[in-house]
């Protein structure tokens, strides 16, 4: 079984999903390039789930919207996926794992590597929207 979730805009939980939701690009942006006036940062929080140690970053721009997603191992474990607004959440456990989100400016976020189990949240920059997310690794 894979560990890959991708959640979509209909809100659907799909385990190694790799359905593309259609991207917004604002006029007169190149296509996989940022929408002008958009913040090219996304912010996350890693929430550890057994002590509640909350560490917070930046994601890392991690290559073009809807790329294809890295070979999943069976040792990940996802559940709880959110998806509202500028804001994909996933609870994982693995022991070296990313969770990405692709936002409305055409550019998907990760994480940095992470291990244990985590609430993971990702926030995409402001002026655009979470499309869908997952996690990848083992």
């Given at each position: 079984?894979?560990?890959?979730?991708?959640?979509?805009?209909?809100?659907?939980?799909?385990?190694?999903?790799?359905a593309?939701?259609?991207?917004?690009?604002?006029?007169?942006?190149?296509?996989?390039?940022?929408?002008?006036?958009?913040?090219?940062a996304a912010?996350y929080?890693?929430?550890?789930?057994?002590t509640?140690?909350?560490?917070?970053?930046?994601?890392?721009?991690?290559?073009?919207?809807?790329?294809?997603?890295?070979?999943?191992?069976?040792?990940?474990?996802?559940?709880?996926?959110?998806?509202?607004?500028?804001?994909?959440?996933?609870?994982?456990?693995?022991s070296?794992?990313?969770?990405?989100?692709?936002c409305?400016?055409?550019?998907?976020?990760?994480?940095?590597?992470?291990?244990g189990?985590?609430?993971?949240?990702?926030?995409?920059?402001?002026?655009?929207?979470?499309l869908?997310?997952?996690?990848y690794?083992?």
């Open positions: 079984m894979s560990a890959v979730l991708a959640l979509g805009i209909g809100g659907a939980v799909a385990p190694a999903a790799a593309a939701a259609p991207g917004t690009t604002a006029p007169g942006a190149a296509a996989g390039a940022p929408a002008p006036g958009v913040a090219a912010d929080a890693s929430k550890d789930l057994k509640g140690a909350t560490r917070t970053g930046k994601a890392s721009p991690a290559g073009r919207f809807g790329q294809s997603l890295p070979p999943a191992r069976a040792s990940l474990r996802c559940w709880s996926p959110y998806l509202s607004g500028r804001v994909f959440a996933i609870s994982c456990s693995g070296a794992y990313r969770v990405f989100v692709d409305s400016n055409r550019v998907r976020y990760v994480t940095p590597v992470l291990s189990s985590k609430r993971v949240t990702l926030v995409c920059p402001a002026g655009t929207r979470a869908r997310g997952g996690a690794g083992r």
